[in-house]
């Protein structure tokens, strides 16, 4: 396997990237995120990668090249394309919608709703990709690094904001349960309490 592809950068848009290494020319095709970490045209670029051979691809021996601009990234493509029902197309649509963080936060947090945002992502297969990675992921270093705590916060900031206002302490943790079930970890503090209010 090709681990990665280092050399001059000859071509750039939104969905490929071309590096000429060695005389040859590379065509990777990347998410929006790789996109934007690209230097500029006839600068020294290197890229992860990951070759698929696919039967149905337009090139006649089926080969397609994906490179990723960190390790982080391609190891989530990775995980991603492991659930039954996402391919290649789809992972990498989810990771030009969202970045690796946004990624592992969603999976780790049973979030729904940051999956179903992603255009042709329903209900079911963003129930599936939590389902099947929430155990691989949630081991990672990045998962218990910059994820788990900064959301507990949040659910403990609003949970204490709202004891402070003469709730329930069950009560109003089964509301915050219910926002987070709905949105996710994508509100502010203040958005969270408000639509907690809501259930109370």
């Known amino acids: 396997m090709i681990s990665y592809i280092e050399g001059n ?19 990777l095709f990347i998410s929006l995120n790789t996109y934007t970490k690209l230097p500029d045209v006839n600068k020294k670029c290197k890229l992860h990668t990951h070759l698929v051979i696919k039967s149905e691809a337009t090139t006649p021996i089926g080969l397609v ?5 960190t390790e982080d990234e391609r190891s989530i493509f990775l995980e991603l394309i492991s659930v039954s029902g996402v391919g290649t197309n789809t992972a990498r649509l989810i990771l030009s919608s969202l970045t690796t963080t946004e990624v592992i936060s969603a999976i780790c947090n049973g979030d729904i709703f940051t999956f179903k ?4 992502i329903g209900e079911k297969t963003a129930q599936r990709i939590i389902i099947d990675l929430k155990n691989k ?10 994820f788990i705590p900064q959301n507990n916060t949040l659910r403990n900031e609003a949970l204490s904001a709202l004891i402070m206002l003469g709730f329930n302490k069950n009560s109003a943790e089964r509301a915050i349960e219910k926002v987070i079930k709905n949105e996710g970890f994508n509100l502010s503090l203040e958005g969270m309490i408000k639509q907690a209010l809501k259930f109370l």
């Open 65 to 69: 090249m994906y490179g990723f601009a």
């Open 117 to 120: 945002k992603v255009k042709g």
């Open 9 to 27: 950068l000859t071509e750039k848009k939104p969905t490929f990237a071309v590096i000429d290494c060695g005389g040859v020319g590379f065509l």
């Open 137 to 146: 992921i949630s081991k990672t270093p990045q998962s218990k690094e910059f």
